[in-house]
């Protein structure tokens, strides 16, 4: 049985690698530069199963009129072949979301859009949403948030920029999302008097909208809000205005204003007297008072009707905790015991000083009334966890799961270099898709693999996926693209009735690059699919591999709900190509061909956890191979294993079974007489299977 259920997984490997002949790329707009894609949270690819169409929202094209922020969803009704035209005089396909203010149209950024059809006509009746951050309206540092609501044809739209004057709409940060059921629109925000920020810091924000940031925080809008610091030694920084807030240490004076001291809408200058004056002592001010006043997350919702002018966003609140970190980025435990204290941020400290992504993500069911917000934070022992929201009534109230990672100790650091993503399944579980690493120390990044975490209001359990071969580009490597970096962008789908979940991510062919590879420079995309109701998997597929985008697939995104047809999953991805220059512009394109049938969801067991992480290193040499090839076992321990190698075609030609030492095991695998083409070894052993690709010339 268990070779048989080999064979099959072989041949679903084969039919996978035959179907990667079959990927297309498709050129489906442009953008006038890169801010639309950098933020891998956002959702601006989108399934409307009701309609027929996928969308992709996105800055306008580059050859379009009017300025860089104007936002354009384009759309395909014939499941990603054809998309919309460029013509801006008979416009198919696409439709503009422009502002009304000419002297904004270049400040509207990474959108979030799908498309809804909440009268029931139709396309007839359908139309766009889409929302994201804004730096108007001074053009600078992120102060609003946009929302654009058009019919397909271009009519009735309805228009909002929201700043943080406007206090019945408070801002959202840079990775606004957007999740949808019954064309009930979700977006994510926080409550505070900080316009759109590009994090929602460790720092404590107080009633009035002060601030108080460390090094742990890139605040790249917040410096109007912390104004000059003096350290123990009586030195004097001043932050350059709309800069980072700068570091801070306990023993600091801090000299601040609040945001009505500030001419922030006006002419952006900063009034020069700092009567504020504040001493950090980790937690408590001078006067000895505690700094840990509570925030809170919001999910605004939308019934997106395009008769109804007025919008009637409705906001449901929940608190969250703030603390401080001292400048290593380790938490003073002793300060916080018993305190559920956390982060909820974007951004994080690396171990050479550098600031990378912490992520985000929102989801609901096929239903609409089960819902998660899951946010990346540290808790009372110092450790990054992610922490759980979680609603089952349309959002209207939410409570804090309490989390268990009591089966995963090994490897309790959530991985910040890949993202996390999420789907709730036909059950109403959460399935978070994310990276953990084997350490102690959040910032390191070993044996680094691919996790379904599992959650619902009674249970947490966490089951691999696959390894990630590569650790993320930062923004200082020398493969950075125009000194931006990049990671695996980790996407998580379901189908439409969520009886599918399916994960998606970028990483490295290793075998096709080398095995020299540590960083993401060359990305393939890779996806898995998992039956939620029969337990079966697809196994993990790299659908772009031998393909024209082998290598190149840059700044993808996934549809969060699969393109449904009677035997098929699509998941409906784009790429994107950068210009010459951060500023120049940049083209999108859709990638066809990365689906899985009903069929390919036939392998079992591979729910395993953390006890049961494969504790085999399998490599082969040379590959390709003519006369032998060799074949390199790394045990953890001493036990049995056995060899097998097919054909494209299912059929055994080599198989060895052996009890193997701890440690490296050299094996000979002879491949006299075997034709040229392309072959399958899987390594096999009580709780291990790995296959991989071997070329024979």
Known sequence: MKKLLQTLFILAFTFASIAQAQITKSSIGSSWNMYTVLTPVTNPVHVNNGLGTISFAHRQNADFPGGSGVMQTTWSEDGGLTWGNSDLLNPIGFVLQPTNDSTELNYNRYPSGLIVDPIGNGLSSAHTVVCGPSTAPVGDGWSGNYFYNYALDGTGGREFLLYDTDTDFPSFTRNSMMADKNDVIRVLGYDGDQGAQLVVSTGTFDLEGQSFFTDFVYAATASYYVGETVDANGTVTTPAAWGPAEALNAGDTIFYMNSENYDLFNDGSIDSTWTNEIEIINYFDANGDSLLLPDTMLVWSNVANIQDAEGNWIATTFDYDSFYVELNGAVDSTLIQGTPGYYWTQQGLTSNGLVEFYDYSMAFNQNGNIGYVVHQGTDASGQIVPFVHHTMDGGATWMQLEHDFSTI?????????????????????????????????????????????????????????????????????PMAIHGIGYNHRIQAARSSDGSKVFAVWTDVNTEEFGEDVE??????????????????????????????????????????VTYDTNNEFKLPTTISEAGNNELDAMEHFYIDGISFDKGDFIIENWNMDLSQIPSIEVGIYPNPASDFANLSLNMESAGDVSISLLNAIGQEVFYSKDTYKSGVNSVKIDLTGLEAGVYFYTVSSENFSNTKRLVVK
Request: hydrophobic share 35%; with cysteine.
């Open 409 to 477: 100790e090994a490897y309790i650091s959530p991985a910040y270099n890949g993202g996390i993503d999420c789907a709730v399944d036909i059950n109403g579980d959460l399935h978070m898709i994310s990276c953990l690493f084997e350490a102690d120390e959040s910032i390191t990044e070993t044996n680094r693999k691919v996790y379904d975490i599992v959650v619902n209001i009674n249970d947490w359990s966490a089951h691999w996926i696959a390894d990630i071969n590569t650790e993320r580009v930062l923004d200082t490597d």
């Open 519 to 560: 960083k993401i420079e060359f990305p393939d995309i890779y996806a898995f699919g998992k039956d939620v109701q029969t337990g079966m998997v697809t196994g993990v597929t790299n659908f772009t591999k031998y393909t024209q985008v082998e290598g190149s697939c840059y700044w993808m995104f996934t549809s969060p």
